[in-house]
């Protein structure tokens, strides 16, 4: 005989959990099965352990969308207030960082223990490890073989999240329950994520690791993100570099500002007239880390002479490559340490009122395992609270 729920949500994770919760409030009998040993796992680990929970400032525009308006109303049905008041409520300590991002001040096991605190309701049941062998629709909604269990359901949530960080058990598995259905998808990539450089940008760059510095980088498509900048032993990684990655196609350059704060032709036609003696490498190194000077100049990319030895036009050429560095990656990291997973289930295939699919009633997606990724920033985190509320609110 087949156990009976109203609602089956794959996946504890945060869209999963918090769908849970919100079908629970309904009166709804809800069953998240989860393949791991825990619930939460991604948010245990996220923002170096205090968990980037949110953003104060949170708009349609902070996602990477093919329907640029499809996360609108989710966002505005839960808001990121919605989610704050939620941690007063449970007198969880958090703190601002730069552009409005909300960390716990404590730990992000503050986040997974109050999800849990609001899944534990009398129908809420939750089971871990957990292998989902089948899923068929039933005339009444959905039958699935867990384990060696004979589940059934009247609505299925999948919760699955995306391909970044498989060590955390990230898996296709909600991608091939949309194509079983027959849902659209939209290719998948590594999104927040590190670049790495061709062989000889590699070897050169390598020796900078460690160094960070404030820059403008430009995507072909126009986005820009202003942040820190961080060389790396394969690449460049950063705030700046993780933003702009999500918008990034290989084959493609960025353009890099080194110096964004500042005018470096008249910055070095003045120090010319006042220093005129002066090395170009000396001037230069009190304006960026002198190594990253000494590896351009090893590299030929500057002629290290007196100021006086260059030239207006020399000057502003000069000027030019620093405020637009142009250097095209080799590729990036990949899904082992992206914070994010681009694509994934069309969202043209889903109500994004209800985030149930179109054509298959009583199927809905909640989370990263569709086709919205936010930017750095607590973005991820407050889609996968305002569509796991939406998911919960119907299913």
């Known amino acids: 005989m087949a156990e009976k729920f109203d609602v089956v949500i794959i996946g504890a994770g945060a869209a999963g959990l918090m769908c849970a919760a919100e079908a629970g409030k309904r009166g709804r009998s809800v069953l998240v099965v989860d393949h791991g040993k825990k619930p939460g796992r991604k948010i245990l680990i996220s923002g170096g352990g205090r968990c980037n929970f949110t953003n104060y400032d949170v708009a349609a525009s902070n996602f ?6 499809f996360a609108k109303s989710a966002l505005s ?6 989610f704050i008041s939620m941690i007063a409520k449970h007198d969880i300590a958090y703190e601002e ?3 409005g991002q909300l960390f716990c001040e404590d730990s992000a096991k503050d986040i997974v223990k109050m999800l849990l605190a609001e899944c534990d309701l009398p129908t809420v049941q939750q089971r871990y490890r957990v292998d989902v062998h089948a899923i068929d629709k039933t005339e009444n909604g959905f039958s699935l073989k867990l384990n060696t269990d004979l589940v ?8 699955t ?10 898996t296709p598995f909600g991608y091939q329950v949309a194509e079983q259905f027959g849902l659209k998808m939209i290719p998948t990539t590594a999104g927040l994520v590190p670049f790495t450089l061709h062989k000889e940008e590699k070897e050169a760059f390598a020796e900078l690791s460690g160094i960070a510095i404030p820059a403008v980088i430009e995507a072909e498509d126009g986005t820009t993100f202003k942040e820190n900048l961080l060389f790396t032993h394969r690449g460049l990684s950063g705030p700046v570099v993780l933003q702009i990655s999500s918008y990034w196609t290989p084959g493609q350059k960025v353009t890099i500002d080194l110096l964004p704060t500042l005018d470096l032709d008249e910055t070095l036609t003045a120090m010319r007239e006042q220093n005129p003696n002066q090395s170009l490498k000396n001037s230069l190194a009190r304006l960026l880390p002198k190594r990253l000077i ?3 100049i090893a590299r030929g990319d500057l002629t290290d002479k007196p100021l006086k030895q260059f030239n207006p036009k020399e000057i502003t050429a000069m000027a030019a490559y620093f405020h637009q560095w142009h250097i095209a990656p080799n590729g990036t990291e990949g899904y082992r340490t992206a914070e994010v997973t681009l694509g994934g289930v069309d969202t043209d295939e889903l109500s994004s009122k209800t985030m ?3 054509k298959v009633p009583g199927l809905y997606f909640a989370g990263e395992v569709m086709d919205v990724s936010g930017w750095l920033g607590g973005y991820n985190f407050q889609w996968a609270w ?5 998911a919960g609110q119907y299913a």
Not at 152 to 159: F, T, W
Not at 163 to 168: Q, T, V
């Open 64 to 69: 990477v969308c093919r329907n640029p308006h």
């Open 77 to 82: 049905q839960y808001t990121q207030w919605d």
């Open 356 to 358: 149930e699919a179109k």
């Open 152 to 159: 059934e359901c009247e609505s299925l949530v999948i919760a």
């Open 97 to 99: 960082r730069d552009h």
């Open 386 to 390: 305002s569509s796991g509320f939406v």
């Open 294 to 296: 000494e590896v351009l």
């Open 161 to 170: 999240g995306g391909l970044s960080m498989p060590k955390l058990g990230a």
